[in-house]
């Protein structure tokens, strides 16, 4: 087994940081950035990847970059040091597993961070958050968390009330990830469906949450308009620069609220009245 983690490191303008770190999201297993540097880790395996990436935006963003590795040992340390609690609106706190303090938050959120994405870093899972809670969705019943990785959304959405959660995430590595966090984040096991967000058809539940990207968020919201769904559906994962194309998708349905931080947005959307 191979024991160490290749370490990249970007230098680029410090506003387009968060930008490029995004195009990493599916493979990045965790990141640092210190001023106009950025270095983020990747399995040996997930090289070639991350070169067609890199070659495809380099130029975009005048990016200069050189490999390196590391102890996985090293790195889970770096990883400790670097992990800071995700606050939201001083409601939500999502904590390391190795964190012991007690915070005032109305719910808080234990993870192991690990290979699945979502530690809370994001801003396309804090705008999610937000929207729960503007939302209030622990009135609702039942919830669908496509895209769930880590599971943190659909771990909140348990602790702020909802009854039946089911989180699908097309990645395999999510789902001990998922089982793990429950345990540490003390609810009852949820049963996680590893499956492609394509293959699944049933969208009778209250509320939906697709924090994904655009592709995929298109073929949902399709998915969603030709369903009989009356879902509270809260998009994110898009761009600003993206808005215009999901507006021009909407038929059966309107937005209903638009969040944003940085570049990233997020849309709640809601079935027009019978
Ligand atoms: C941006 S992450 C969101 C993770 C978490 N829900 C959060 O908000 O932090 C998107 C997740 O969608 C998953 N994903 C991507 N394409 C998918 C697909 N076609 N079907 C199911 N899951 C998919 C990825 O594996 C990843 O875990």
């Known amino acids: 087994m191979n024991n160490k983690w290749l370490s990249l490191n970007i230098n680029t303008k410090k506003d387009n940081l968060e930008i490029v770190s995004s195009y990493f999201d599916l493979y990045t297993i965790g990141s640092h950035i210190e001023d106009s540097s950025m270095t983020m880790y990747f399995l040996f395996n997930d090289k070639d990847k991350v070169e067609d990436i890199l070659s495809n935006i380099k130029s975009n963003y005048n990016i200069e970059y050189d490999w ?3 102890e996985s040992q090293n790195w889970m340390n770096n990883w400790k040091v670097f992990f800071q ?3 939201i609106k001083d409601k939500v706190i999502i904590v390391p597993d190795w964190d012991t303090n007690d915070y005032s938050q109305e719910y808080m ?3 192991c961070p690990a290979m ?21 969705i622990g009135n609702y019943d039942t919830l669908l968390d496509l895209g769930a990785g880590s599971g943190i959304l659909s771990i909140l959405a ?44 049933n969208y009778n539940h209250d509320v939906i949450l697709a924090n994904i990207d655009k592709k995929n968020i298109i073929n949902i919201l399709d998915k969603y308009q030709k369903s009989d769904s009356r879902a509270l559906l809260i998009l994110a994962g898009l761009l600003e620069s993206d808005l215009d194309d ?4 909407l038929k059966e349905c309107n937005i209903d609220n638009v969040l944003q931080q940085d570049e990233w947005i997020s849309l709640a959307i809601k079935k027009y009245d019978k």
């Not at 699945?116 to 209030?136: D, K, R, Y």
């Not at 395999?172 to 996680?192: G, R, T």
């Not at 999901?246 to 998708?249: A, L, N, P």
């Open 85 to 87: 609690p995700v606050n």
């Open 116 to 136: 699945a994405f979502g530690t809370g870093h994001h801003a396309s899972t804090q705008l999610v958050i937000e929207q729960m809670l503007n939302f209030n």
């Open 158 to 201: 348990k602790k702020m009330g909802v009854d039946t959660i089911t989180p699908i995430d097309i990645d395999p590595v999510c789902e001990d990830n998922f089982y793990q966090n429950c345990k540490l984040s003390n609810i009852n096991k949820i049963d996680f469906i590893i499956s492609d967000v394509h293959k699944y058809n």
């Open 246 to 249: 999901v507006k021009s998708c």
């Open 68 to 70: 390196g590795s590391v």
């Open 109 to 111: 959120i234990k993870i």
